[in-house]
Nanobody, 119 residues
Framework: QVVESGGGLVQAGESLTLSCAAS????????IGWFRQVPGKEREGVSC???????NYANSVEGRFTISSDDAKNTVYLQMNSLKPEDTAVYYC???????????????WGQGTQVTVAS
């Protein structure tokens, strides 16, 4: 399973770090992705990190968000800087077979954590 934490309410321009703690599967063999979803819209890929450390970002967050992994803690972090109101969403992490921004690649999903960015 994967469990997200770190969401909250921040002002535009501020930063927030999300955590994704994984357990029950071989963390070193999996990619971890971050996705977000707002009501009425499809879940969209935000960022991912593969088991070899390569990363990928959506254009909308490139340069503002940074994904990283602490293998000793089986935890992946999403550092979010310069947050905008349009970043408001429920953020999900997921474990999958490859680092892509496509939901179908991932089979293990968390319950999500709410991020709200006030203007």
């Amino acid at each position: 399973q994967v469990v997200e934490s770190g969401g909250g309410l921040v002002q535009a321009g501020e930063s927030l770090t999300l955590s994704c703690a994984a357990s029950g599967f071989p963390f070193d063999d999996y990619a971890i992705g971050w996705f977000r979803q707002v009501p009425g819209k499809e879940r969209e890929g935000v960022s991912c990190i593969s088991n070899d450390g390569s990363t990928n970002y959506a254009n909308s967050v490139e340069g503002r968000f940074t994904i990283s992994s602490d293998d000793a803690k089986n935890t992946v972090y999403l550092q979010m800087n310069s947050l905008k109101p349009e970043d408001t969403a429920v953020y999900y992490c997921a474990g999958g077979i490859a680092c892509t921004l496509t939901t179908g690649t991932y089979g293990v999903w968390g319950q999500g954590t709410q991020v709200t960015v006030a203007s």
